[in-house]
């Protein structure tokens, strides 16, 4: 519980190499993603290089700071079409598990993230060469924090979970 209630969207970063082995680790853990029937949709684009960092920086709006790394993680739709009707509502649970399993061991290394949509999907294919099948849906900057942000208050599991029907709030 410490890791899940201590990762935070970090936006502010040192300028610090995140080393290659922690960066590999980061994207082993998303690869180790519950994913439904197994079907693995995703694609990860790992980006280190400055120059490429700032051009990014360029065509992803929601994109702050000066990250170490970042991470395209990417559906896959040739793969995701193997899931039936469903195929691509589970693809993004998947790349939403992914993400999350990814934010949560960069945390346990002292590495900050940020999950980010705002970005042109479009922009990005062109720049970075993603074929047509392949679809980014979210980025992950990476870095070491200058700071970690206090965190937001929660809603309360009274508030939130319904016992056996909805309306029978939950009396911890």
Sequence with gaps: ????????????????????????????????????????????ILVTEKAMIEKIKLIS??????????????INRERAKRGGRLGGITALMDISMAAQNM??????????SCPIVSFSKSAWKELIGIPEHVEPVLILSLGYPKFWPKPPKRRPLEEVVHVERYGRHFKG
């Design 1 to 44: 519980m410490e890791i899940i209630k201590g990762r935070r969207a970090v936006r502010d970063f040192r300028d610090k190499e995140i080393p290659k082995e922690k960066l590999m680790a980061i994207l082993e853990a998303g690869i180790w993603a519950p994913s439904g029937s197994n079907i693995q949709p995703w694609e990860f």
């Design 61 to 74: 709006p929601g994109l702050f700071g000066n990250p170490t790394a970042i991470v395209v993680l990417c």
């Design 103 to 112: 934010m949560l061991i960069a945390y346990s290394m002292g590495i900050g």
